[in-house]
């Protein structure tokens, strides 16, 4: 099952920062990071990825620096402290809300 | 050699977004065209795919306006106007301040200012493809800041008495000077 960019609005923050959980990257490298670690069910346009990024940055949640790298410019973002708050926090209320709904829809005798 | 599809997409983002953000952009879509090339395509295919992947620059310009930060500062300033004016009513009234020797010309071009700085903040919070146009809460926070130390300035220098409307409402002005103050500092960083 794929989901469109519509369905994923309220979650891409969290999955950017965890596309960045493990060290810095541009990007495009996030945009790689979300098609491969989501099993290429993410479906959203990958240039709406770089003002989602520059959101998450005035937010404070990552740091983005630029780099000179093969004779090309890139920004590269790093989670802050924040972000690795926010990133915990997402991620345990995401796992009590999935579970929650797995309990709903368990199928009863 | 970059195909001419996506050195016209360049140019859109050039032409439409403040230059850090047209290269982070443009950067990411030659990545994303040459990905498409290492893999067989030809230039024309290559660009269109990688365009196809990477969102039409209407698109990518839109969401770069939707989160500006002048367009999210705009909405926070705007948000702040109605406590701020309840205030500002609440106490001029009760000081009767239609009775203060305040020159005329000098209550037309404080309405008149305040009046064309909505309208300039309303024009940023609303921009959906107009990036420049967020930049508008650039040049309205200034004003913002001058308008409150007026406000307050004529209240020192015309208010019979302190009441404790007019107290409540320069409070409130206050707040929001060192609100705007932080906004501003934040636009002309970003």
Known sequence: MRADAQALKGHLDTLLLACLENGPRHG???KDAL???GGERFDLPTGTIYPALRRLEAAGLIRGTWTGQDGRRRRVYELTAAGRRRLAGDRASWADFAAAVTAMLEPTT | MTAPLIESYTASLRRRLPATLAEEA???LQETYERHLAD???QDAAARDAIAEFGQAPLVISEFTRQAPGRRAARLLLATGPAAGSCWAAALITSRAWTWPVPGAARLAFGT????TVLALLAAATSHSSYRRTRLSVLACP????LDAT???AVAAFAPAPTWPLAAALTVSLARIAF???TMRRLTAS
């Open chain 1, 28 to 30: 495009y490298a996030v």
């Open chain 1, 35 to 37: 098609r491969q670690r």
């Open chain 2, 26 to 28: 443009a950067a990411g």
């Open chain 2, 40 to 42: 067989g395509s030809t």
């Open chain 2, 113 to 116: 200012i305040l009046l064309l």
């Open chain 2, 143 to 146: 004003v913002i800041l001058a």
């Open chain 2, 151 to 153: 406000t307050i300035t």
């Open chain 2, 180 to 182: 705007t103050t932080r």
